[in-house]
């Protein structure tokens, strides 16, 4: 089991940079897949980038390929979204999560965290 929190959320200018990170607990953190997702309101949660277990392998929804980078440090038990060159339709509550499996789809995913919230000015 892991538990998740996200932190590094604010409120930006359209074009601006932010770090959000994930910081687990749980002793099982290197066997678990993360991805981020993001939730905009009156939308549905959306897939943003997922990544592997060993960190080796990544991948990310057209619509932020090129802008967001997706990364993590087992030892530390973090994971990492760099998000460049925002845009206002960028804003939404970032979500990570853990899953079992190297998927994109949310219900592979078995632990959440609690979100943090992006906002872009246009």
């Known amino acids: 089991q892991v538990q998740l929190v996200e932190s590094g959320g604010g409120l930006v200018q359209a074009g601006g940079s932010l770090r959000l990170s994930c910081l687990a607990s749980?002793?099982?953190?290197?066997?678990?897949?993360m991805g981020w997702f993001r939730q905009a309101p009156g939308k549905e949660r959306e897939f943003v980038a997922r990544?592997?277990?060993?960190?080796?392998?990544?991948y990310y929804a057209d619509s932020v390929k090129g802008r967001f980078t997706i990364s993590r440090d087992n030892a530390k038990k973090v994971v990492y979204l760099q998000v460049n060159s925002l845009k206002p339709e960028d804003t939404a509550v970032y979500y990570c999560?853990?899953?079992?499996?190297?998927?994109?789809?949310?219900?592979?995913?078995?632990?959440w965290g609690q979100g943090t919230q992006v906002t872009v000015s246009s």
């Open positions: 749980g002793r099982a953190f290197g066997s678990y897949a």
């Open positions: 990544i592997r277990t060993s960190g080796e392998r990544t």
């Open positions: 999560a853990a899953s079992n499996t190297y998927s994109s789809q949310q219900d592979e995913y078995t632990y």
